[in-house]
């Protein structure tokens, strides 16, 4: 389970969306765990192996999931976003999957406002795995 936070200076409430990629760097090939949390639908996403179509939505707190050759993402363990001043944070419960649950992993996040402006990939976090 990672939480991940993020600041807008036009306040939290500018934010709109929140991708994420597991992988050792930010390119985004087939077969790898992307997805994204979109406020408007309070849902989670996962983009499938060829990245061409979406599994979900996965509503936080929810007892759904959503799952690639590489990960799933599970809706009990995650929180939905919330935002105060110019800070939002939201918490993403992700399991890795397989050979993809081997080696080192970063967690990158692209964070969007409504008006679709962007950070770019950013490093959120990162396991050393078995």
Same mark, same amino acid.
């Given at each position: ?8 200076? !036009? ?13 050792? !760097? ?11 949390? !979109? ?14 179509n979406l599994l979900g939505p996965v509503t936080p707190?929810?007892? @759904? ?22 800070? @939002?944070?939201?918490? +993403?419960?992700?399991? +890795? ?11 990158? +996040? ?6 679709? +402006? ?13």
């Open positions: 389970m990672r939480r991940y936070s993020s600041g807008d200076p !036009d306040g939290a409430a500018n934010l709109n969306r929140v991708y994420f990629l597991v992988n050792a !760097d930010t390119n985004v090939p087939a077969n790898t765990c992307h997805g994204f949390y !979109d406020r408007a639908t309070n849902a989670y996403y996962l983009y499938d192996d060829a990245l061409q707190r929810g007892i @759904g999931s959503a799952q690639n050759s590489q990960c799933i993402i599970n809706g009990a363990g995650s929180a939905a976003f919330t935002g105060s001043g110019t800070d @939002g944070s939201a918490t +993403l419960s992700l399991s +890795l999957k397989g050979t993809f649950a081997t080696g080192n992993k970063n967690l990158y +996040l692209w964070i969007t406002d409504t008006g679709d +402006l962007g950070t770019g990939w950013v490093p959120g976090a990162a396991w050393v795995l078995p």
